[in-house]
């Protein structure tokens, strides 16, 4: 399963089942899951953990080190899930030592061409990333968010489940969960609400999210006035509760 243009380092661990296309070169420090299939031309250092039934595509950059000029060539590493696809030209870098030492990306993630996701970054599952979309340094992106082609997201920030970025939007604070975002800098649109019935929400988290996005966005109140407002609701739906413990501990402050 491993063509013989491809440069496999004997350091590697390659599971059964794997596939590694020509040109393909794999580092010393690498384990890869079975069935992940690795195209022609991708490159992936060490140390990287990739899961199984994986799909990389050529050219893709995995592994490599950090564009950071604090690194200095310490052990960091990469771990990717289970199930991902990684298209054409996607770079995905280790961590840093003052980063905690890893990048991670999660399971079912579906990564368009050109998308870079940097040092430090936490990328959880079901996430879709359009073409050329790019996280920073230590970015955190939660479960079943969707980045709009070209999205840029600055350092540290973080994004909340069920979010979702349109095309060329630029991010520089959170964005809280279940909302949609838009713009340069970014504005909130409302919520995800088409995500959201996609993925099985009733209409009644839907409507006890409306009402909190209400508060939270359309009532002139402040951040810390508006999160005493949502207390009775976060009490008694955990969606609100999710949104308001996201509002809570943001250090970069929210797009509003």
């Not at 491809?6 to 590694?20: F, H, Q, S, Y």
């Not at 079975?34 to 953990?49: D, K, L, N």
Request: hydrophobic share 40%; aromatic share 6%; charged share 20%.
């Amino acid at each position: 399963m491993i063509h013989p243009r491809a440069i496999v380092d004997p350091r590697a661990r390659l599971a059964e089942g794997v596939e590694v296309g020509p040109y393909a070169v794999i580092g010393p420090e690498v384990e890869i899951g079975p069935g992940t299939r690795i195209g022609a031309h991708v490159v992936i250092s060490g140390p990287t953990r990739i899961g199984r039934d994986n799909r990389i595509y050529p050219f893709a950059s995995i592994g490599e080190a950090p564009q950071d000029k604090k690194y200095g060539g310490e052990p960091t590493r990469l771990e990717i899930g289970d199930r991902n696809v990684i298209r054409e030209y996607c770079t995905i870098n280790r961590g840093t030592v003052q980063g905690g030492g890893v990048t991670r990306v999660g399971d079912d993630n579906w990564i368009m061409a050109y998308v870079h996701i940097a040092h430090d970054c936490r990328v959880g599952s079901h996430t879709i990333f359009a073409n050329n979309a790019s996280l920073a340094g230590h970015v955190v992106v939660e479960d079943h968010v969707i980045l709009g082609g070209f999205t840029l997201v600055h350092q540290f920030c973080a994004l909340g489940a069920h979010c979702f970025t349109a095309f060329g939007t630029g991010l520089s604070k959170d964005v809280p969960p279940f909302l949609m975002v838009a713009g340069h800098p970014a504005r909130p649109h409302g919520l995800n609400v088409e995500g959201l019935r996609r993925r099985g929400f009733p209409a009644e988290k839907l409507a006890a999210l409306r009402r909190a996005y209400r508060i939270l966005y359309r009532s002139g109140l402040t951040v810390p006035e508006a999160l005493e407002r949502l207390g009775p609701l976060a009490a008694e739906h955990p969606e609100v509760r999710a949104l308001a413990d996201f509002v809570a501990r943001s250090r970069r402050g929210i797009v509003r």
